[in-house]
């Protein structure tokens, strides 16, 4: 089916890349040097998606605000030395981004992780991909859900955001579809459940990179403007 998409935007973490690993561990890590209890690493599913120091205030405890810039610290010291232990491409994600570049879809990330980070995994772990632009969370730029950097990306590849799907794994990534006025599509092999990409209104879902591939030949023309 040809594609009437002209550009897809990619979450990063539980979307392109399963990295859930490497963040629990990093994030128990700093917890432990601090004293403080660690948490299982399914249950950091819940925690990341909006941004790092989320990520610490929802892993420390209540009360103990008073450690929050010092596991930040220690977390982004040492997830920076760690990302690249475990995470790796979802199977089918490579088949994807190649079948997309050939039917001449241009392709981005969009991320809440820091930028210096988001650009070291997308070129270690994506090397062959060409993607027309590659973002994390910058300062001055509100991060996702809010559509100001989605927008930008959509004008920096020169197409207009009701030709752009934006794919992701969160609440977050939905809520900053709709914003936008692109077309939503819901991986569900990410952090979080069908549920809450059906209640923050995903266009569609994807099970697999089979499915993920149909619901995006399945976008009508420039059908995603609000």
């Not at 392709?107 to 973002?135: C, H, M, W």
């Not at 930008?152 to 794994?169: M, R, T, W, Y």
Request: proline share 6%.
């Amino acid at each position: 089916m040809p594609m009437h998409l002209r550009a897809a935007l990619f979450d990063l973490d539980g979307t392109l890349l399963d990295s859930l690993e490497d963040l629990a561990v990093a994030m128990n890590h700093a917890l432990a040097t601090h004293g403080l209890p660690v948490h299982p690493v399914a249950s950091h599913r819940r925690f990341v998606g909006e941004g790092v120091r989320v990520f610490v205030a929802r892993a420390v405890p209540q009360g103990r605000e008073d450690l929050h810039e010092a596991v930040l610290a220690t977390y982004k010291a040492f997830y920076a030395e760690h990302m690249l232990d475990h995470t790796r491409p979802y199977p089918g994600v490579r088949d994807v981004l190649a079948r997309l570049q050939g039917e001449g879809v241009k392709l981005a990330v969009l991320s809440n992780k820091p930028d210096a980070a988001t650009r070291q995994l997308v070129e270690a772990l994506l090397p062959d991909v060409r993607f027309g632009a590659i973002y994390g969370e910058r300062a001055g730029v509100p991060r996702k859900p809010d559509p100001t950097a989605a927008l930008g990306i959509a004008a920096e590849l020169g197409v207009g955001p009701g030709d752009c799907a934006f794919i992701g794994d969160t609440a977050v990534d939905m809520d900053t579809a709709r914003a936008a006025g692109m077309y939503s599509v819901g991986v569900t092999w990410g952090f979080r459940d069908v549920e809450e990409l059906q209640a923050h209104g995903a266009r569609a879902l994807a099970h697999s990179s089979d499915e993920l591939l149909q619901a995006l030949a399945s976008a009508p023309r420039a059908a995603t403007r609000p």
